[in-house]
């Protein structure tokens, strides 16, 4: 839940009223596996709580399906240029076939946090396109994101597909190895050089983590295997010794659980965050494409103006009756050529704040994450060594028989 | 990078660490013996543990990283069997046993060197073979008394040979089992490190005989440890008892001798007066073999305690094996843990470096902060992990000898078996001796005068009853023997084994207890310098 800075004009009421400040809070939850095989999908309530003027009522709720989230970034995407749209789990094609329980939870965490991020951000929330998303009826979203996908098949640079399959010619992109055409801005190109340096170092971070997970559970296994041999062995025994074989298993069974409980937390608190740091990157990476293609745009319009400047002298020198016509495409030209202009200074300027925004943001993130993963594996760690130690006078007792 | 280098010295088999284990047990062999003292004996704790390793990954933490603190890493053990390389071999630990507590035996394998085997035959060349440098201290009055200290070259066939006679000699009693002769092993792996391999379980299997109270003091192994030059021993001495299973030392049991000790001439040849019983052994072995056409006899057990003995341990080593197996597992998983930590730790190390230079924001400066202490907190967990498993494998490793134990147990279990086998086939060679006595008799008895031929048979066949009918009180009081020896072992073998077991177990209890400890530590430090992320609402 994430309150906004919006200023509200005209307001009449007292600014200590609840209702007067401006708040849009989302959530993301109750997923349902709906549909069969091939065709099935988990479908989300999506209940937004605000008193933004341009919603429908102080709470609306809404089914939607990981398409309809698709859908929302591609149009924001489309529409915001510059600003780091924040990123969607992935478009799993194979777990989408096992849909585990936790894999549900994990993809509505990474959802939830998706709309709050847009429902957060000073510009994304004045979104129309996230108004609809969440307020539109079942069948008019339905509607729009056949109808959506159907345009977004048909554009010849569909960025986001380019930087999805092929990453490398993304990278050549921005890098200028395909194009002569590139910024020459040495604070852009350190950043450039950060961004994907950091992909890499994040997304090796991120694969240790989710192999931590995986060893805190093989651990757990083999504890747990562990006790209950121990505990044969015990019965098998006899007298004081096998007691204590016995109640060393059983401590080991217990420890078993601790970390499988362990790993499943370190999962969603430490794994995820990194993951989603990962894929945040990888938005900006798309932005850099962008941004890289408006650049190219614009110079390619500018080159384009110049020759229709210098064809216009031609022909004003020559007094040629197409002058007029020539003059026509030249102002239409020029004009165009300012609102590229406009658009790629906007783009600048809104990557530069955001910049500033995520790596705040990513500070604060990670510090979270981090905290949460030290907590975790002292908790682990002390109940470990207490559930060995409270084991020590019983093998004690033991021992004296 | 740290896995590769983790590689050589880890390795979640138990064996390759057994032999670890072993070099770390062990002392620097004592200054007297001549060459240099063994390059593994005195590796101590840095080959096993992660001192080396720590060392030369830490080279690649940079200068980000504080230098690893060994001091507050690693700690003692806590149980009297287990060391940091600087205690006793085996030592038993009993308190029941005070005189052979003070009694020490201590023998170092060291300096192998290759030699060529003196063979007759005319192919030139010859084959080659590895003899070892064995070293003995002792207090032992059988051995000199105190101060005193031996030293001589041995082969491992000397080895097989002492092992064989031991078990002859020492027929009932559970027998610490002897090295593989495996070849297989050599051809896998180097020359050298498989002769580092059977030098050390050489070692450990001596220094077992070396505590075990009754052969400790038996004269095969005194000869062993002490006779300079050529080993004299013979491979076998017990011929009479080859003939039926189990027959020790018939001879000497029917001239009355009961003497443990022999003297060297003696251990030497084959048994005195033995030739004539060779014969009847061999009349009556083919005898055996022709009324059961050709069948090996079964021994009949009736004890039924002996039958429910044989059945507990026969449980008890499934469950010990099945144990072994998990424990196995357990280490492997111990060190998958530790190693994956550390390469997140590493991870961390390079976004810390990536978000100090250059940084652009003050953001980032601060996450770099958090990051290297991230990047702190899982090295050193790692670094506890991976001893906290070199301690635990010491300690498991306890479950994995004990088999070892069991196959002793069995061995003595079969040599009563084997006695039970001789008593029984000699009971019933009386009988059909008997039987055919009998029957010549009444032929006899008909006709008049009697048939000399038949006389000479008869008087003959009582004259290898008689000799029978001793043969079977001997083997009927080896049996009673053997039973004894069986009863008192394995009394021996249960104390040793609750006291080693219990040792084992508060040693893994403690171990865990104290490394997790140290781990909660490094984590509460890291949740302390994060403390300012404190989630919302909590």
Redesign the interface.
């Known amino acids: 839940m994430l309150t906004t800075q919006r200023s509200v004009s005209g307001s009449s009421q007292s600014p200590r009223s609840p209702s007067s400040q401006p708040y849009l809070s989302v959530s993301v939850t109750d997923p349902v596996k709906l549909g069969n095989g091939v065709q099935a999908y988990i479908s989300y309530r999506v209940i937004t709580k605000t008193n933004f003027p341009e919603y429908q009522g102080p709470e609306k709720i809404v089914i939607r399906r990981y398409s309809d989230f698709v859908w929302l970034r591609d149009r924001l995407f489309e529409k915001y240029k510059g600003v780091f749209i924040p990123p969607l789990p992935e478009k799993s094609a194979v777990e989408k076939f096992r849909f585990s329980a936790e894999f549900i939870e994990m993809r509505r965490q990474a959802l939830d946090v998706f709309v709050n991020r847009i429902a957060s951000h000073h510009e994304l929330q004045q979104s129309e396109d996230l108004r609809t998303f969440l307020q539109a009826d079942e069948e008019t979203m339905e509607r729009l994101r056949f109808h959506e996908t159907g345009i977004f098949k048909k554009k010849p640079a569909d960025l986001m597909q380019i930087f999805k399959d092929v990453q490398s010619k993304v990278s050549d992109v921005v890098l200028g190895k395909e194009k002569p055409v590139e910024e020459s801005n040495p604070e852009y190109e350190k950043l450039k050089h950060y961004i994907f340096e950091l992909e890499n170092h994040l997304a090796e971070a991120q694969k240790h983590a989710y192999r931590l997970v995986k060893r805190h559970r093989e651990l757990g296994q083999s504890l747990s295997d562990f006790g209950k041999a121990a505990k044969l062995l015990g019965a098998c025994e006899g007298d004081a010794l096998g007691k204590a074989f016995t109640e060393l298993g059983a401590k080991s069974e217990a420890l078993s659980i601790r970390l499988q409980k362990e790993a499943h937390q370190l999962l969603m608190n430490f794994e995820e965050p990194l993951k989603d740091y990962v894929r945040a990157v990888q938005s900006i990476k798309a932005t850099i494409a962008e941004r890289a293609n408006a650049f190219r745009q614009q110079c390619e319009l500018a080159e384009t103006i110049k020759l229709k400047e210098i064809n216009l002298e031609k022909l004003m020198l020559t007094r040629s009756d197409r002058v007029g016509e020539a003059e026509h495409e030249y102002k239409g030209l020029k004009a165009e050529g300012e609102e590229a202009s406009r658009r790629f200074e906007t783009m600048v300027r809104l990557m530069n704040e955001e910049i500033v925004r995520f790596q705040e943001q990513k500070t604060t993130d990670m510090g979270i994450a981090f905290h949460e993963f030290a907590k975790g594996q002292a908790r682990l760690a002390n109940s470990i060594a207490d559930a060995w130690r409270s084991l020590l006078p019983k093998l004690e007792t033991c021992s004296s028989a | 990078m740290m896995k590769q280098e983790n590689h050589g010295d880890e390795g979640a088999n138990l064996h390759a660490s057994q032999d670890d284990m072993e070099s770390l047990v062990l002392d620097e062999p004592p200054p007297s013996s001549n060459g240099q003292s063994s390059p593994s004996a005195s590796t101590s704790v840095e080959r096993h543990s992660t001192t080396a390793t720590t060392s030369s990954t830490s080279q690649n933490f940079n200068s980000i990283l504080e230098p690893p603190s060994y001091a507050d890493a690693i700690f003692t053990s806590f149980d009297s069997s287990s060391s940091n390389g600087h205690e006793n071999p085996k030592q038993p630990s009993y308190q029941s046993d005070p005189p052979t507590r003070s009694e020490f035996l201590k023998i170092w394998v060291s300096d192998p060197e290759k030699e060529l085997e003196l063979t007759n035959s005319l192919v030139p060349g010859g084959t080659s073979y590895y003899t070892y440098l064995i070293t003995t201290r002792t207090n032992m009055p059988e051995y000199g008394g105190p101060g005193s200290e031996f030293t001589v070259r041995r082969r491992f066939k000397d080895v097989v040979t002492l092992s064989d006679r031991l078990s002859e000699s020492y027929r009932g009693f559970v027998i610490p089992i002897r090295p593989d002769k495996s070849v297989v092993e050599s051809q896998v792996m180097q020359i050298e490190q498989f002769v580092e391999q059977r030098r050390a379980a050489l070692a450990k299997y001596l220094n077992k005989l070396a505590v075990h109270p009754t052969l400790k003091k038996s004269e095969e192994l005194r000869l062993f440890l002490v006779v300079r030059g050529k080993l004299p021993l013979a491979k076998s001495v017990d011929m009479a008892s080859r003939m039926l299973d189990g027959a020790v030392r018939l001879p000497r049991q029917l001239t009355g001798e009961a003497a443990a000790v022999t003297d060297v001439n003696e251990a030497a040849q084959p048994a005195k007066g033995g030739r004539d019983l060779l014969r009847i052994f061999r009349e009556l072995r083919q005898s055996v073999v022709n009324d059961w056409g050709g069948v090996k006899p079964v021994v009949v057990e009736e004890d039924k305690e002996f039958i429910e003995r044989k059945e ?1 341990v026969a ?2 080593e499934q ?2 094996s ?2 072994s ?3 196995e ?2 280490v ?3 060190q ?2 530790g190693e ?2 550390g ?2 730790g590493l ?2 190390v ?2 810390t470096k ?1 978000e100090t230079e ?1 940084a ?2 003050e ?2 400066t ?2 770099a902060t ?2 290297k ?2 990047a702190t ?1 899982a090295v050193k ?1 790692s670094r506890l992990y991976r001893e906290l498993n070199a301690q635990t494998v010491k300690h498991l490793d306890k479950l994995h000898e004990y088999l070892g134990v069991i196959l002793a147990v069995n061995s003595a279990f079969s040599d009563r078996s084997s006695a039970l086998l001789t008593v029984q086939t000699l009971s019933s060679e009386l009988v059909s001796l008997q039987s055919r006595i009998e029957k010549l008799e009444a032929a006899a008895s008909k006709i008049f005068g009697g048939d000399r031929s038949r006389m000479r048979k008869i008087e003959e066949l009582k004259e290898t009853l008689k000799v029978s009918e001793d043969a079977k009180s001997c083997a009927v009081r080896e049996y009673e023997r053997i039973k004894e020896n069986n009863r008192s072992e394995l009394e021996r073998v249960d104390r040793e ?2 006291e080693d ?2 040792g084992m ?2 040693g ?3 171990n ?3 490394y ?2 140290k ?2 530590n490094a ?2 430090k ?2 302390e ?7 919302d609402g909590n």
Request: aromatic share 10%; charged share 25%.
């Open positions: 507990k449980e008890f469950q010990l099945n144990l197996q998990q424990a597992s357990l492997k998983a111990q998958d843990m994956t930590m390469e997140l991870a961390f390079k976004l990536l250059g652009m924001f953001s980032q601060i996450r958090d990051m202490n991230v907190a967990a084994r609750h077991f219990m177990l508060k893994f209890v403690l865990q207890a104290g997790a400890e781990m909660a984590w509460e890291l949740a310098e994060t403390s300012a992320y404190k989630r």
